[in-house]
């Protein structure tokens, strides 16, 4: 059986990479904290993200919960207050969606780590 072909590694692999931008991104604005005019990046949620690409959850049986919509992407992004120079960066914000994006990625890595065991018992190694 082809490991590749597995939905929750594909979703997870999406996920890692959507990680990874983010990361770079944040990076990119903490960098540029005291950048005369810089404003804040980040990427649009990961969900409008799968949404994008046409990945959608999948009610499988009536009694299951709907899922609740997400508000715009755009609702998300605060420009907030300006620094004299025009700099929008708030460390503090920025700082905290690191610590976010990071607990996000372990849980990634532990939820992948986790099924890969799972998967070599069923094959008995």
Avoid: C
């Amino acid at each position: 059986m082809d490991s590749t072909r597995i939905d929750l590694f594909d979703l997870a692999e999406r996920r890692l990479g959507w990680l990874d931008r983010r990361s770079a991104m944040l990076a990119e604005n903490i960098a540029n904290a005291d950048t005369p005019g810089w404003r804040p990046r980040d990427l649009l949620p990961f969900t409008a993200a799968l949404a994008q690409a046409g990945v959608a959850p999948l009610r499988t049986n009536p009694l299951h919960l709907a899922g609740t919509s997400i508000r715009d992407p755009a609702e998300r992004v605060q420009d907030g207050e300006r620094a004299p120079d025009g700099n929008a960066v708030r460390l503090d914000v920025e700082l905290t969606k690191v610590a976010d994006t990071d607990s996000a990625h372990l849980l990634v890595t532990d939820l992948w780590k986790k099924y890969i065991g799972l998967y070599r018992t069923a094959l008995g190694r």
